[in-house]
């Protein structure tokens, strides 16, 4: 079960200067971060995946395993998808679910930089959202996929959500995650 | 652990070739180089520790270089994975690369210097104890000058482990108290060091 919950939280880098920002975020919940370029929503998904320490205010209830995708490049680019799904299994000590690994099934024998942008972010979305773990941070995380791929990924988060996955994601597009949204959180 | 281990071991081609190819070019310069007055080339055990400790700077420097490139630390952070589990594998690969160098450059010292006698287990034996003193020492500094150039990796490494190599240089030539000492002393501060500021340093890089 998650129980996050952000009490202002503010960090600093540089020029830039996030303001104290609160939130909470329950299982089977899905918040969608909004702003425009430079506004913060990766550095506050930075720092619920702990790669950036808040200046003040704290995190708390952050599980274990987090899944994180669009965040930073995941996956070794020299490796098969095949060798990068067993290696993402065994460091999660998860094991991923066939039905949504279906999709790749045609890529496992293919080196991972070799895939073009968009496969490589199916591979990734497929790849961590099959390990169902309790929480994901999605950034900009459908942008590079087409219309079918986004489609179907849309359904795979909106069927997870309702199983009690929850989700902290940040899009561009109208329309994206707008339906599936419990709360907006916007950035200025 | 053992999944760090395997991927640590299926990325160390990309340590080991680097290596190589700064380590086999070096050894046939000093080969070719010839003391004009006794025209005597220079001493095999003199050569062979110093393309060791040279070669393993490409080493130490690039396997952080491909945990970096593959972007493997936020990738931990997510998964909350053990920070010494990370380094003890990693120092484990280092030490296992270290070995293979040392047969590969042994080969080549024969090849090139056709010496009278190789002590081949007792040099490989030494390999092995200096390795293993210089690995959590390379490891944390492969870290901490991830965010530098390459180069600049040798400017700290070589002068910092002089005193290793003065003593490789002498355990080959017999097992000594005084060398041995010195070796085990790196391996302790090497490692007390690396297992305290392993942490902080990778904090640091993310």
Known sequence: MIDLKAQDISVKRGDFELPPLSFSLKSGELIALKGPNGSGKTSVLKMLQRRLRPDRGEISGLPDIIGCVGIEPTLMGSWKVSENIQWIESLSRKTCDAKILSGIEHLRHKRFDHLSLGWQRRVELALFLSLNLPLYLLDEALSPLDTEARLSARTEIERMKFSGTAFLVTSHREGDFDSLATRVVTLS | ?206
């Open chain 2, 1 to 206: 652990m053992r999944t760090l281990l395997q991927k640590d071991i299926r990325n160390a081609r990309f340590i080991l070739w680097p290596a190589l190819w700064l380590g086999v070019p070096l050894l046939l310069i000093l080969q070719f180089s010839i003391d004009r007055f006794s025209f005597e080339s220079i001493p095999w055990k003199t050569a062979y520790w110093i393309t060791f400790f040279f070669s393993s700077t490409a080493l130490f420097y690039r396997s952080f270089a491909q945990e970096h490139r593959f972007q493997n630390f936020s990738l931990y952070l997510a998964f909350k994975t053990p920070r010494w589990q990370i380094l003890l594998s990693q120092m484990l690969v280092h030490i296992g690369v270290l070995f293979l160098l040392s047969l590969f450059y042994l080969l080549l010292i024969l090849v090139f210097w056709s010496p009278r006698e190789l002590p081949w287990v007792h040099l490989l034996m030494v390999s092995i104890f200096v390795s293993c003193a210089l690995a959590p020492f390379g490891t944390l500094l492969g870290l901490m000058l991830q965010i530098e150039r390459e180069f600049l990796f040798s400017i700290f490494f070589m002068p910092l482990s002089t005193p290793l190599v003065l003593a490789a240089y002498g355990l080959s030539e017999a097992w000594s108290w005084n060398w041995m000492s010195l070796v085990l002393s790196f391996l302790v501060i090497g490692s007390f060091l690396s297992f305290f500021l392993f942490e902080f340093f990778f904090d640091e890089l993310i």
